[in-house]
Antibody
Framework: EVQLLESGGGLVRPGGSRRLSCVASGITFSSYAMSWVRQAPGKGLEWVSGISGSGGTGDNTDYADSVRGRFTISRDNSRNTLFLQMNSLRAEDTAVYYC??????????????WGQGTLVIVSS | DIQMTQSPSSLSASVGDRVTITCRASQSIGRHLNWYQQKPGKAPKLLIYGAGSLQSGVPSRFSGSGSGTDFTLIISFLQAEDFATYYCQQGSSAPYTFGQGTKLEIK
């Protein structure tokens, strides 16, 4: 059974930093591209960032313009873990953050498995 | 960026009804269009990928069609568990944008 389990959410001050983690089980983690998708309270879904699976071209990454330069996605295949380092946080970054798998090594396509989400609140 | 526009934003229907939700992309995305269902407090669930392929385990009353810029999700015989919010998402190129959602409510 595929499971994705996020952690690291919480209350953080504007301008602060937070690192989210997503531990995967039931899959060959390194073979798949992964993404972070967020959802502000009462709002729709927003793709945040993605990273390709390992092999061939290496770890390609991409970001939404709203987080580019502030957030960094990475992965540790030895620990089956996806990370999102979030710096210079703003109130508008308040959201539930989901990690999601793409059923391909490439960073393109659909999100077929999702974690349960972790809530980040940016407030003073 | 590719903009995704869903309609309607909300919809009231009854159990047994046939429901159609549409999604339009601001530029051609081929068949790189996916549909998700989300219930309150839960993560989204993939229903349809590649515009028309049914994800494993999803009931056959869900179907998708379209290509290029115009896409449709049909729920052919609504069940009580189908009342939720539905999102389309383009998987053609980053940023992988979602539609604004369609909230399906019980009439």
């Amino acid at each position: 059974e595929v499971q994705l389990l996020e952690s690291g959410g919480g209350l953080v001050r504007p301008g602060g930093s937070r690192r989210l983690s997503c531990v995967a089980s039931g899959i060959t983690f390194s073979s798949y591209a992964m993404s972070w998708v967020r959802q502000a309270p009462g709002k729709g879904l927003e793709w945040v960032s993605g990273i390709s699976g390992s092999g061939g071209t290496g770890d390609n990454t991409d970001y939404a313009d709203s987080v580019r330069g502030r957030f960094t996605i990475s992965r540790d295949n030895s620990r089956n873990t996806l990370f999102l380092q979030m710096n210079s946080l703003r109130a508008e970054d308040t959201a539930v953050y989901y990690c999601a798998r793409i059923p391909s090594v490439y960073l393109v396509g659909e999100f077929d498995y999702w974690g349960q989400g972790t809530l980040v609140i940016v407030s003073s | 960026d590719i903009q995704m526009t869903q309609s309607p934003s909300s919809l009231s229907a009854s159990v047994g009804d046939r429901v159609t939700i549409t999604c339009r992309a601001s530029q051609s995305i081929g068949r790189h269009l996916n549909w998700y269902q989300q219930k309150p407090g839960k993560a989204p669930k993939l229903l349809i990928y590649g515009a028309g392929s049914l994800q494993s385990g999803v009931p056959s009353r869900f179907s998708g069609s379209g290509s290029g810029t115009d896409f449709t999700l049909i729920i052919s015989f609504l069940q009580a568990e189908d009342f939720a919010t539905y999102y389309c998402q383009q998987g053609s190129s980053a940023p992988y944008t979602f539609g604004q959602g369609t909230k399906l409510e019980i009439k």
